[in-house]
């Protein structure tokens, strides 16, 4: 089992920056694949970033490149999300996830075997 705790949410108005980060344990932090997510209100659940075990592999929705970065620091078992030129469309619960295949930087949710609570992101404009 592995247990994921976001945080670092909160309310921002539109072209602030936030830092989100989720802390991981149970199971070595090193065998898993980190992933972060978002659901809005009536929305699905949707890839955000996703990075590799070793950070060497890195994913991102179309919609956050070149303003959101997902970085990872193992020694701290923890998966971070830096938000930059955050837009109210960006308001959503931001959930964390591990994936058991650590190779690998998964973009769907069934490629993931844990869920954090979620973090809620609300930007206003």
């Known amino acids: 089992q592995v247990q994921l705790v976001e945080s670092g949410g909160g309310l921002v108005q539109a072209g602030g920056s936030l830092r989100l980060s989720c802390a991981a344990s149970?199971?070595?932090?090193?065998?898993?694949?980190m992933g972060w997510f978002r659901q809005a209100p009536g929305k699905e659940r949707e890839f955000v970033a996703a990075?590799?075990?070793?950070?060497?592999?890195?994913n991102y929705a179309d919609f956050v490149k070149g303003r959101f970065t997902i970085s990872r620091d193992n020694a701290k078992s923890t998966v971070y999300l830096q938000m930059n030129s955050l837009k109210p469309e960006d308001t959503a619960l931001y959930y964390c996830a591990a994936d058991g295949t650590p190779l690998r930087a998964g973009i769907t949710r069934s490629q993931y075997d844990y869920w954090g609570q979620g973090t809620q992101v609300t930007v206003s404009s």
């Open positions: 990075i590799s075990w070793s950070g060497t592999t890195k």
């Open positions: 149970g199971r070595t932090f090193s065998a898993f694949g």
